[in-house]
């Protein structure tokens, strides 16, 4: 009987340890198994702080480097501006298409302004924006230009030849002139006319030009066409009628298109474009007559840190093949 009850406590006691040791193997087996799973936590919630930093560290530089970012606010001159026929032409933007005709590529996503002044207003709202006219109406107070090609827009370095963004300034008459649309034509290319031409930040054509003696005519003489043209014919025509108080010359602003079409028509006795005469204006009767060379400035917000382009950019850019302001070097 004692036999009996000694064995059965040895294969209780035997039972007992056997399944202690299953418990600590398989706590042992768990532990083991959670470890690389905490390690792989721990490592993980470390590569997110770690990108979290840089991420806020690569903000930080953003913001502090003042590169622009974002999709750029490209803006254009109406169909039949001066400004926008010669900007497409010397950056290459107006191709040929399939059929042999030159084409405006223009993206069709550009903004469209219908004047110089609406131009760098818009430019001035919009950060993003990038715009361009006429280098004699810039104000740098209001927006800033842009070097080409290494060269920066000033009526020095288009004399020089460095600053090639150039296209005259035209004024062009149907016939036989008026009397009094003659002598104010007279008055323009005369060094009275050519100097005022220069105060206001256009290249002169003719730096050897004669004085301008007044005649004494009396009239009216209306001049339409190009905005950009409009403020420096706002200063001949102020110049001109202080000489020739009976004389009264009439501004009106349109645009190229417009004052080449009005002269043709007989609605201006003077037409003013901000570019060459196409031939169709030419062949219906127009005589051209240079009155002053002009930059085209390209513009940008001044928050832009944006100092250059080259020419192959500006074309990226007015083409839509360069949207966004991180895509430029």
Do not use: H
């Not at 000694?6 to 007992?16: W, Y």
Request: charged share 20%.
């Amino acid at each position: 009987m004692k036999l009996r009850k000694i064995t059965a406590v040895l294969a209780a006691a035997l039972l007992t340890m056997t399944a202690m040791t299953a418990c600590s193997g398989g706590a042992a087996s768990s532990a083991s198994s959670e470890t690389p799973s905490s390690e792989s936590s721990a490592a993980s919630a470390e590569s997110a702080s770690s990108e979290s930093t840089s991420s806020e560290s690569a903000s930080s530089e953003e913001t502090t480097g003042g590169d622009m970012t974002g999709e750029i606010t490209v803006l254009s001159r109406e169909d039949g501006s001066g400004t926008r026929g010669a900007f497409i032409e010397l950056f290459g933007i107006e191709q040929k298409n399939d059929a042999g005709e030159k084409e405006d590529m223009t993206t069709d996503d550009a903004q469209i302004t219908n004047s110089t002044s609406v131009m760098m207003t818009t430019v001035q709202g919009n950060p993003k924006a990038i715009g361009y006219i006429s280098l004699g109406s810039l104000d740098e107070s209001v927006v800033k230009a842009v070097e080409i090609d290494g060269a920066a827009p000033t009526v020095e370095n288009v004399k020089a030849g460095t600053y090639k963004v150039v296209r005259p300034f035209n004024i062009a008459t149907k016939g036989e002139a008026s009397e009094a649309a003659q002598d104010f034509i007279n008055f323009i290319m005369s060094a009275d006319g050519q100097k005022v031409v220069s105060e206001n930040g256009y290249i002169t054509v003719d730096d050897a030009a004669p004085a301008y003696a007044a005649s004494g005519v009396s009239g009216k003489v209306v001049v339409g066409g190009s905005s950009s043209v409009t403020p420096v014919m706002e200063k001949l025509k102020e110049a001109y009628m202080a000489l020739n108080p009976d004389v009264t010359v009439e501004v009106q602003q349109s645009d190229s298109t417009t004052g080449m079409t009005s002269a043709i028509d007989g609605a201006y006795d003077i037409g003013m474009a901000s570019r060459e005469l196409k031939d169709s204006e030419l062949e219906a009767g127009l005589t051209p007559t240079v009155i002053a060379q002009d930059g085209i400035a390209v513009i940008v917000n001044k928050e832009n840190t944006l100092t250059g382009l080259t020419s192959e950019q500006v074309l990226s850019i007015y083409t839509g093949e360069t949207t966004d302001w991180s895509e430029l070097p």
